[in-house]
């Protein structure tokens, strides 16, 4: 799986024409949280909480719904596997609510 981006990185949603200018550059910390986590499993980070920990630093001060570090089932789990995980990151910037992934 994959997701769609825009050019400067931010998921593609029908969500972000509710973003001002200056939410669009916030905005981007979702995506930036995401490309961080996959950098740390691929220098071999595989605890959940270090990886949640780094990401949740890269998204201030954003209102943040969710961290999560998941299986195929939707489990949380305490380290990556690599084929069998998906990183989940919710926030709000400004008034809208944005969500985005990556599998690993």
């Not at 910390?29 to 949640?52: D, F, N, P």
């Not at 570090?69 to 989940?88: H, K, M």
């Amino acid at each position: 799986m994959y997701s769609v981006r825009e050019e400067d990185g931010l998921a593609l949603s029908s969500r972000n024409i509710y973003l001002r200018e200056s939410d669009r550059e916030e905005a981007l910390k979702l995506s930036a949280s995401l490309k961080r986590a996959t950098h740390l499993v691929m220098q071999g980070v595989r605890a959940s909480y270090e990886i949640q920990k780094v990401m949740l630093e890269i998204l201030q001060p954003l209102d943040v719904g969710y961290v999560a570090i998941v299986n195929r089932r939707f489990e949380s789990i305490d380290e990556v596997v690599i084929g069998d995980t998906i990183v989940l990151v919710a926030a709000r910037v400004g008034t809208t609510r944005l969500i985005d992934n990556v599998w690993m």
